[in-house]
Nanobody, 117 residues
């Protein structure tokens, strides 16, 4: 049974930091690309950051230099460190696993991030 469980969301003031974590099980984590997506009210879900099975990373332009994605294959976890948060970063953040050869994809339930003073 595949599970992706996000944690670490919450309320933070502008300029603050949060670290999101996604704990996974039920699939071979090391061969999956992992990503963090977000969806704000009334908007489409968008990619925030991705990390390939080999470790290469990519980021949305709006978060480059502020967010860092990392993975721990031994623990089957992926994290997103978010610094200098802005109100426009408020959204539900989702963990995603994607296998490019089989095109299998899995989603977590999401964790709310609210940036507000």
């Amino acid at each position: 049974q595949v599970q992706l469980v996000e944690s670490g969301g919450g309320l933070v003031q502008p300029g603050g930091s949060l670290r999101l974590s996604c704990t996974t099980s039920g699939f071979i984590f090391s061969v999956y690309a992992m990503g963090w997506y977000r969806q704000a009210p009334g908007k489409q879900r968008e990619l925030v950051a991705g990390i390939a099975s080999g470790g290469g990373t990519n980021y949305a332009d709006s978060v480059k230099g502020r967010f860092t994605i990392s993975r721990d294959n031994a623990k089957s976890t992926v994290s997103l460190k978010m610094n200098n948060l802005k109100p426009e970063n408020t959204a539900v953040y989702y963990c995603n696993a994607h296998q490019t050869i089989t095109n299998y994809a899995y989603w977590g339930q999401g964790t709310q991030v609210t940036v507000s003073s």
